[in-house]
């Protein structure tokens, strides 16, 4: 960016962006070089105009939820990092004939989760101890224990590069596949309306509890991670793979396969980006000549 783009930014943006924005903060890896720079939309107008300008100045963007599924290079990112909070972050109920829930793309889940407890709405809870916002697990079909997030989407709010919102339907303008949605290249999704079903709080409390204690007993949750690394290719597991290559435990620098479940990297600490990226590429090449099976990530590797 240059300085008039920037000025810019600033005047539509205000306070609410900053710029030479380390990432190691916005990350669940706690890796990551600077972004150019970072923008905290709290306010779906200023959102849009935001948006149509980066697309008139060709400006490239990134949504950031948590930073749970990405991993940001060393030399940073060119370009805006967007967050989504204030208004981006609510949830509130709709009801209906069925129970409806929309959540802002920004919220977190497990505030979603504790807003579902407390409210008596099931059909989320598989969806417990995954780090990311409403909006990444949608964009990425989050899904745990045989579930999928899809499968309780009725529609997304999205904002187009031209600064629209538009309302997509989920029978008939979403296509979702694993660990995927398709859609329109620099569309921001903004908020997601969910079919959920009534239940007793106890019941969905005890549902989460449940999840989270599996979660707990097979994950590497005490250290920062970006969780699963790889997609599991059909009919076989990821972790089942690089275990049997032996990789478990395996350390490069301040990253580590972990010794619980070997689809996971974490940062045992002071671990950079490029040593997550060569664990990676061993995991890969390792799995590939012991295999045949190529492994394909399941986060998303971004930056210069």
């Known amino acids: 960016m240059d300085r008039r783009q920037k000025e810019e930014l600033t005047r539509l943006a205000g306070q609410a962006i900053r710029f030479h924005c380390p990432m190691d903060g916005y990350t669940t890896f706690r ?12 306010d779906l107008e200023v959102l849009k105009r935001v948006l149509a300008y980066l697309d008139k100045e060709h400006i490239p963007y990134l949504v950031v939820g948590r930073g749970s599924n990405i991993l940001v290079k060393d030399n940073g990112l060119e370009g ?32 979603l989760l504790s807003y579902c407890r407390s409210s008596g709405l099931g059909g989320l809870e598989f969806l417990s101890g995954i780090p ?16 999928e997030i899809a499968s309780r989407v009725k529609e997304i709010h999205v904002v187009n590069t031209r600064g629209d919102l538009i309302v997509r339907d989920r029978s008939s303008e979403l296509e979702f596949s694993y660990r995927k949605l398709n859609m329109e290249k620099g569309n921001v999704i903004v908020r997601v309306l ?41 009919d076989d597991y990821a972790g089942r793979l690089i275990e049997k290559a032996g990789l478990k435990g395996k350390k490069i620098g301040g990253a580590m396969i972990s010794e619980k479940h070997g ?21 890969q090449e ?10 394909e990530p399941e986060i998303r590797v971004v930056g210069k």
């Not at 972004?35 to 939309?41: N, Q, R, S």
């Not at 989504?84 to 919220?107: H, P, Q």
């Not at 390792?286 to 099976?293: A, C, P, R, S, Y």
């Open 263 to 283: 689809n996971f990297i974490v940062n045992t600490g002071g671990a950079k980006a490029k040593d997550i990226l060569d664990l990676m590429y061993l995991a």
């Open 31 to 42: 890796v990551g070089g600077q972004a150019e720079a970072l923008y905290e939309a709290v």
């Open 194 to 234: 969910f079919r959920l079903t009534s239940e007793a709080e106890g019941t969905v409390a005890k549902r989460i509890s449940d999840y989270l204690k599996r979660k707990k007993e097979s994950q590497p949750l005490e250290y920062p991670s970006a969780g699963s690394v790889f997609k599991n290719p059909p």
């Open 80 to 111: 805006l990092v967007i967050l989504l909070g204030g208004s981006l972050a609510r949830v509130e109920e709709k009801e209906t004939d069925d129970i409806y829930v929309l959540a802002g793309a920004g919220l977190h889940l497990v505030e």
């Open 132 to 147: 990311g916002t409403v909006g990444g697990a949608v964009a990425m079909n989050a899904g745990a224990f045989g579930e």
């Open 286 to 295: 390792t799995v590939k000549k012991e295999t045949g099976i190529q492994l």
